[in-house]
C-alpha cells in the first residue's frame, strides 16, 4: 500500500538545528528509541552509519539523537544543550562510526542500557525532511514510522495466529493504517506490525498478550504525542 504525504510532509518540520535530516529526524528516531525503551536509560552508545558518521558533529545530529533519547521533540528549544542535559541525568554517551551494512546513508543504531542492566537496540533511518523510519529493534528486521500508534507484536509463525489478533483489534474498533508482518524462516519466530488510526485500550491489550501464539506485545503512541512509555509484556 502505497503512502500518502500532506502539505507539511513536503514543506519540512518545525525544529531546532540546520538540517532536517540530519537533526530533526534524528531527534526523531531517538525518541521512539526512548519509547521502545520502556524505562530508565543509563547509558546509550550510538552507531553512525554513512552521511551521519562524517557530519554528525557539524549538522547537530549527536545532539539531536540525545535530545531524542531524553524525550524531547526536533523544535525543543533544550536541544542545544542535550549533552549537558544527559549528563545532569546520569546518562552515558558514547558515539562511534560503524557499518551497519545496505541500509540508508542516515541510518543510527542506538544500544540503550537500562537501569536493570537489559541492553535494547533500535536501528532507524532519517529518510528526508524529517521523516523516519525505524528497521530493526534487537534481532527482530521491522519497518514503521513513528507517524501513527505502532503495535509490535512477536509471535510464532503458524496459522490463526494474525486473524485472531486482527479480529480482536477489529471488535475493539480500531482501525489498521498499515499492517506488515516479518519472519526470520517459516514456523519459527515473526513479528506483526500494525499502524492504527487509534490508540489501542488496556483491555484489548491484554486480550492480545493471551492471544496462543504471542510472545510479546509492545504499543507505542505517536512519537509526537505528550510522552509516555509504552506497554510491554
Do not use: C, W
Not at 504525504?5 to 538540517?19: A, E, L, Q, R, T
Not at 528509541?33 to 554528525?56: M, N, Q
Not at 528486521?141 to 503458524?158: A, M, W
Request: glycine content about 12%; overall charge negative.
Amino acid at each position: 500500500m502505497q503512502k500518502k504525504y500532506g502539505i507539511f510532509d513536503i514543506i519540512g518540520p518545525v525544529m531546532i538545528g540546520p538540517s532536517s535530516s540530519h537533526t530533526a529526524g534524528a531527534a526523531r528516531i531517538g525518541r521512539i528509541a526512548r519509547l521502545i525503551a520502556g524505562s530508565e536509560i543509563v547509558k546509550a552508545d550510538f552507531i553512525l552509519h554513512g552521511s551521519f558518521s562524517k557530519t554528525y558533529r557539524g549538522h547537530g545530529t549527536d545532539r539531536a539523537l540525545v535530545a531524542g533519547i531524553l524525550g524531547m521533540l526536533p523544535d525543543d528549544d533544550r536541544l542545544r544543550d542535550s549533552m549537558d542535559l544527559a549528563k545532569e541525568a546520569g546518562i552515558s554517551i558514547s558515539f562511534r562510526e560503524g557499518s551497519l551494512g545496505d541500509v540508508h546513508p542516515n541510518t543510527v543504531r542506538i544500544d540503550m542500557t537500562l537501569a536493570d542492566g537489559e541492553i535494547i537496540s533500535v536501528t532507524g533511518s532519517s529518510i528526508g525532511g524529517g521523516a523516519v523510519l525505524i528497521t530493526r529493534i534487537g534481532d527482530e528486521d521491522v519497518q514503521f514510522t513513528g507517524n501513527y500508534p505502532t503495535l509490535l507484536i512477536t509471535h510464532t509463525d503458524s496459522p490463526g495466529v494474525v486473524a485472531h489478533v486482527t479480529r480482536l483489534l477489529y471488535e475493539a474498533s480500531i482501525n489498521i493504517a498499515f499492517m506488515s508482518v516479518f519472519r526470520s524462516q517459516r514456523g519459527k519466530s515473526a513479528t506483526m506490525i500494525f499502524e492504527t488510526d487509534e490508540n489501542i485500550p488496556e483491555g484489548t491489550l491484554e486480550k492480545l498478550k493471551d492471544v496462543s501464539g504471542v510472545g510479546g506485545i509492545r504499543f507505542l503512541p505517536v512519537a509526537s504525542d505528550s510522552l509516555s512509555y509504552p506497554v510491554t509484556t
